[in-house]
């Protein structure tokens, strides 16, 4: 039988074996294709089924055919709405037939001709002439190059309204490359690959994608990646939805002819774009233009403008096949998913979200952060200090406000305990005294403070201790008062505002200002120094020394501070704080503080209420 059907091509003329099988099929199907057709076959009236017939017995030598060749009118008797009902009732992408009776060879079979096209076309378009058989497994390597060039698009123009499209998928959609790359990824949790379908002669390859709640199919082999992550699994009802989608995906140059049956003011669809978005008289595709004649076939050939495909462009069908025996088989039971989107995406998170959520979790697992643990002579001090004693501090190793305190109960040699906590994560011993949580905070026993200079005011006033503020000199600790206002009115805030700037002119702006207000204060200090008052440290070298350290620290890295002049009044009172014991031994290694500045430096949201207040205008919270 082989052997015959092999001889009978061989005999077929060889333009005619040379047509496409789109082609071909489109000839059954009643198409005009006199535009593509080889000089020796332009006599043919492809509109003709039973003349292409005839001409078919001719060339494989049937004596009887020669007399049985007609003219062609521009009329035929079908009536017009039987032609749409019957033409246009098949399901998406299974055209019927087309059966209809009239004379003068107008879709009229000849008298030689059965229903349908004649066992030897029938033969040479058999599937397994045209495409393989479907991969009915999943195909890793397949899928991966299906998936290959998707964007990963955050926030795409009407997302919402795209991702509920292609939800429901209530009509066959057609996509161009973009629109596919970009959208389908937000949905690509609501189905799960199943198979593949790939064709020999067709410009076309199928996919096909079950719901996820359908489940995986009995015997689905699982992924043999030695690098896939291993994850917990947890056990969903199966067939908790029967919707199954067919993504077609049309290569480039995926040119397709398509045909418009006007009569007497009614139009018909070509039946193998009944279903495409883009085909001429769809919601998507230009109008049918009607002919002054009845019957006629007017060839439509190509795509309208608006079609994707008419650039020659890859583009994308996407429609729901589950039960339309479209593709051979049931495919569960027809209509919508059986569950609203909400539910898909707490099944699983799209690729989009998942791409996001990685991306994340590296930024975190890389990202430098805030040290919870004094370092260096500063955790020698903590350790010398963890003994549980009635006089409590409670800090973190960065703070500044924090450092103030410190230096102080070490410059007044008082006994004391130091707690470190996480202050973005309070402790209720925190909490107890601060309902704000913020550090320092200091407990004496049942009494609780805080507030840095309130806390060293309060342990001024404690007896015992090395005084910071002169004894007996009402008028020079006033001083030392007004001058520590200035520090936490003028100084600290600008040294934020130039650390948080992200603007060059705003960043220079703050420095100027923030060099202008420490002049203020070195012009107030006694002139041989090297400390405030003079030869020892006192009140207001406590106050300012934490942001002294930090220039260099934390603003000269980030911000390009510059050191000071050698020799000068200035210079003396740096050496002096960096050289002091009680200061060196408060103080963590640099790396300390360049990693637990770098959020100020970027401004990043939720730092600190000191930063929150300083983007906002306002005071020192």
């Known amino acids: 039988m082989e052997d015959a059907e092999a001889a009978l091509q061989q005999q077929l003329p060889v333009a005619l074996r040379q047509l496409q099988p789109t082609a071909l099929q489109a000839i059954h199907q009643g198409h005009s294709l006199s535009p593509q057709l080889p000089p020796e076959l332009q006599g043919l009236d492809t509109t003709d089924p039973s003349a292409f017939q005839q001409r078919l017995q001719v060339d494989l030598g049937d004596p009887t055919a020669q007399h049985q060749l007609s003219p062609t009118t521009a009329f035929g008797q079908s009536s017009p709405s039987d032609l749409v009902q019957r033409v246009g009732s098949g399901p998406p992408q299974t055209p019927q037939h087309q059966q209809h009776g009239g004379h003068f060879g107008i879709l009229t079979p000849g008298s030689g001709l059965s229903h349908g096209p004649h066992p030897s076309i029938a033969r040479l378009q058999a599937d397994s002439e045209l495409f393989d058989t479907p991969d009915e497994g999943y195909d890793k390597d397949e899928h991966k190059i299906h998936r290959d060039g998707l964007r990963l698009v955050s926030d795409p123009p009407h997302l919402a309204e795209w991702r509920q499209r292609l939800f429901d998928v209530n009509d066959v959609l057609t996509l161009t490359e973009e ?74 140059n995926a040119m397709l002819p398509q045909t418009g049956l006007l009569s007497s003011g009614t139009a018909n669809l070509d039946p193998d774009n009944v279903n495409n978005f883009f085909a001429p008289g769809q919601p998507g595709g230009p109008p049918l233009q009607h002919s002054p004649h009845f019957g006629v076939l007017t060839p439509t050939l190509g795509f309208p403008t608006a079609h994707p495909g008419s650039t020659s462009q890859r583009y994308y069908t996407i429609q729901r096949v589950n039960g339309n025996g479209g593709n051979g088989k049931g495919d569960g039971v027809a209509g919508p998913h059986k569950h609203t989107l909400a539910m898909s995406d707490a099944v699983k998170r799209n690729s989009v979200e998942r791409f996001k959520a990685k991306e994340e979790k590296q930024r975190k697992r890389t990202q430098k952060t805030y040290h919870k643990k004094a370092t260096g002579a500063a955790l020698a001090t903590v350790k010398r200090h963890s003994r549980e004693l009635d006089l409590k501090v409670y800090g973190s190793c960065f703070c500044p406000f924090v450092q103030r305190v410190w230096i102080a109960l070490e410059a007044k040699g008082l006994p004391y305990q130091y707690v470190e906590v996480d202050p973005y994560k309070k402790p209720e011993s925190l909490l107890a005294i601060n309902p704000r949580g913020l550090v320092p905070a200091l407990r004496n026993g049942e009494w609780g403070c805080y507030e840095s200079t309130v806390l060293m005011e309060y342990l001024e006033d404690l007896d015992g201790g090395t005084p910071l503020l002169p004894l007996g000199e009402p008028q020079l600790r006033a001083h030392c008062r007004l001058w520590s206002d200035h520090i936490n009115r003028n100084i600290v805030p600008l040294f934020y505002k130039c650390l948080q700037a992200q603007e060059l002119d705003k960043q220079v702006e703050h420095a100027e200002a923030l060099k202008t207000e420490i002049a203020k204060l070195v012009d107030a200090a006694d002139p041989q120094g090297p400390f405030f008052l003079g030869s020892s440290l006192s009140f207001v070298d406590v106050q300012f020394a934490p942001w002294m350290l930090r220039l260099s620290r934390v603003l000269k890295p980030y911000r390009g501070w510059p050191d000071p002049e050698e020799g000068s009044r200035w210079g003396l009172w740096v050496e002096a704080i960096e050289g002091n014991e009680h200061i060196q031994a408060t103080t963590s290694t640099d790396d300390l503080y360049l990693d637990s500045y770098e959020r100020y430096a970027e401004n990043r949201p939720d730092t600190s209420e000191l930063a929150k207040a300083i983007n906002a205008g306002r005071g020192l919270p």
Request: glycine share 2%; with cysteine.
């Open 179 to 252: 629109q596919y790359q970009t959208y389908f990824p937000h949905v690509d949790n609501i189905y799960s690959h199943r198979s593949t379908q790939r064709y020999k002669k067709k410009p076309f390859v199928s996919h096909y994608w079950d719901c996820r709640l359908k489940g995986r199919p009995p015997g689905t082999r699982k992924s043999d990646d030695p690098n896939k992550k291993k994850r917990k699994r947890v056990a969903r009802q199966r067939d908790q939805c029967d919707v199954k989608i067919k993504i077609t995906e049309y290569f480039p």
